[in-house]
């Protein structure tokens, strides 16, 4: 970033800087994590997947929600944003059951204050998303709360616009992604208020870090489905035996390429545009 933009925060992927009182950038690194910890392994151009991806999604969805982004960096890893007051949840649409939605109702039925049909199984379609508000862990895990206490933390008029336009960006998404083979399972929003007191979609959206995106030609309910997003570095750290805690192990070369190879995939199925061709010209996803 340039000398006059000052560093704001930094989170396991991102770089915040401060441009001036009303504007923000957004740097994504290559850094991935599993389990609430940062990796010591970068997955090289990961962060140009997930800036690429934001962006073509925040071009193609405004007139369902307004969003944050103001442009891109030249370096294909930046966004340039307007700031707003984040809300204090995350917007969690689940279309299909998996993660911590199926474990929670192979536990209770329940997800998240929502009863669903008995016997579904993992990875089973449901017959309609489902809007599941989850908190914000500063440390840990986010947890998973019912619509109620989400409600209570956002006030009423701010959560129920964030949760219609949740529904409105999965559906739109699910459809332009399921015309290209693949399946948005499930996916995390962030949103935020801006000055005049409007909710407006920020941080991310729609990307392998933030969504389940399953091929379609090789989904079958009943178990865990091969994905586009980090579930490979998740499901290989599980086989090493590590404890979840840092520091988590290196990745292998292998293991590098095939999730660089994943990301890379979901980038050029979903936008329809070479990888290669956004690294040169960024602009070319808006």
Known sequence: MSLDATHVGSGKVRELYALDDGTLALVASDRISTFDVVLPTPIPGKGKVLTGLSAFWFSRSRELVPNHLLCLGADGRAMICRRLEMLPIECVVRGYLAGSGWKDYRDTGVVCG?????GLEESSRLPEPIFTPATKAVEGHDE??????????????????????SIALYRFASEHAEDR??????????FGLAADGSVVLGDEALTPDSSRFWPASGYAPGRPQVSFDKQFVRDWCERTGWDKTAPGPELPDDVVAETRARYVEAFERLTECPFDAYVSNPDVVL
């Open 114 to 118: 929502h009863t669903l049909p008995e």
């Open 144 to 165: 998973n709360i019912d619509e109620e206490r989400a409600a209570a933390l956002c006030g009423d008029a701010a959560y129920q616009a964030a949760r219609e336009a």
């Open 181 to 190: 083979g693949i399946i948005l399972a499930d996916t995390k929003f962030e």
